[in-house]
């Protein structure tokens, strides 16, 4: 059984930063493409990036390039997600995934196992 655990949300004001963590448990880390998803109330989750099993790889929905960067300690089986210059249109639940098969994923289905979510709110 895969087991994916985030931390590192929370409120912040505009303009800061927040790290974001998954822990994976279960199976072997490096095996799964990994990816970060967002969903505000009342939307859709919405892709935010992904990452390769060897991390030589990432990729970003262009709404989120610049400010967000995805990274990956195959070690410490977990993916982060860095996000900086922080809005208010970034409060979401933001989770992770991992999928077992397949290279650029960014749509919800591709992805085989997810986290609960952690809440990040932005206040202005």
């Known amino acids: 059984q895969v087991q994916l655990v985030e931390s590192g949300g929370g409120l912040v004001q505009a303009g800061g930063s927040l790290r974001l963590s998954c822990a994976v448990s279960g199976r072997t880390f490096g095996f799964y493409v990994m990816g970060w998803f967002r969903q505000a109330p009342g939307k859709e989750r919405e892709f935010i990036s992904t990452?390769?099993?060897?991390?030589?790889?990432?990729y970003y929905a262009e709404s989120m390039k610049g400010r967000f960067t995805i990274s990956r300690d195959n070690a410490k089986n977990t993916v982060y997600l860095q996000m900086n210059a922080l809005k208010p249109e970034d409060t979401a639940v933001y989770y992770c995934?991992?999928?077992?098969?397949?290279?650029?994923?960014?749509?919800?289905?591709?992805?085989?196992?997810w986290g609960q979510g952690t809440q990040v709110t932005v206040s202005s």
């Open positions: 990452i390769n099993r060897s991390s030589g790889s990432t």
């Open positions: 995934a991992a999928a077992s098969t397949g290279w650029t994923l960014t749509r919800r289905e591709e992805y085989d196992y």
